[in-house]
């Protein structure tokens, strides 16, 4: 009688277990490359640059309440590099010649944005205008890095370095030290670092972006903090003003008849 044949299951160990891991990781990264929408970098920012309603609001609150009108301007520059981050490295199309200049328009704000493709090595760097009917104009370079490890992700570094000009000839320029993290390793969109800000009515402002997309940051006038950032990425960064309205001193009233016996 023939004996039975005994299967002996191994135990995985620490190699074993993490090969399963990397090869899963691995399809998930390859069916998101191959299920997103290919948008080069140029099309990608031009499409960003035209949301342009924080701006827009901004310019309503001129001449007075400067330091929201720098903080719109800022909310501006934060969503543009994030929805511009959007779905980097895996949805990259082929991008546009250096040379090239690729213009997309608003139909409902009639804005238009234009980006120029300066460089694509070392860094890829688009140069980009914005002109707003009634509102203003944007006109700034973005460029966007090679994949680099910050932290203990990959990531690429994505600094903005841009200038708004509003009616009431104001102007605040903004400058970027964003980092964009691996949409393939993290899965979703991913934007982090600091951004600082000034204008030309005495504000300076930083923001930062904490890698899970909270915002904070203030506004200074005078060394003196006149307003807040908070939100998040997913939900919109806000801006609380604070009441700087002096206090001023009363002055006593004269004392009565009954008060003067």
Known sequence: M???IELLAKKPNAGHIALAVSAAVGTVAIARYFSARKVNGAERLAEALLDTDSLKEAAQKLPDASEAVLAGCATYLIRVAYRAAAGQGAATGLEDPIGNSRTLS???SKAIATVLTESHSPDHM????VM????G???????????KISGLSPARPAPD????SLKDDYTAQL???????DYLVTGRTRLFGTAMLRDNRGNVGRVHIGFDGAVTGTITREAKVIGRFEGSLADGARFRQ???TPVLPTTPADPTPDEML
Not at 126 to 129: C, D, E, S, W
Not at 132 to 135: G, K, R
Not at 175 to 181: C, D, Q, T, V
């Open 2 to 4: 023939s004996k039975p």
């Open 106 to 108: 608003h139909s409902y």
């Open 126 to 129: 688009l140069t980009y205008a």
């Open 132 to 135: 707003i009917p009634d509102v």
């Open 137 to 147: 104009e944007v006109r700034g370079t973005r460029r966007v890095g090679s994949m």
């Open 161 to 164: 370095v841009a200038q708004i």
């Open 175 to 181: 400058e970027s030290a964003f980092e964009i993290a």
């Open 242 to 244: 604070y009441d700087t």
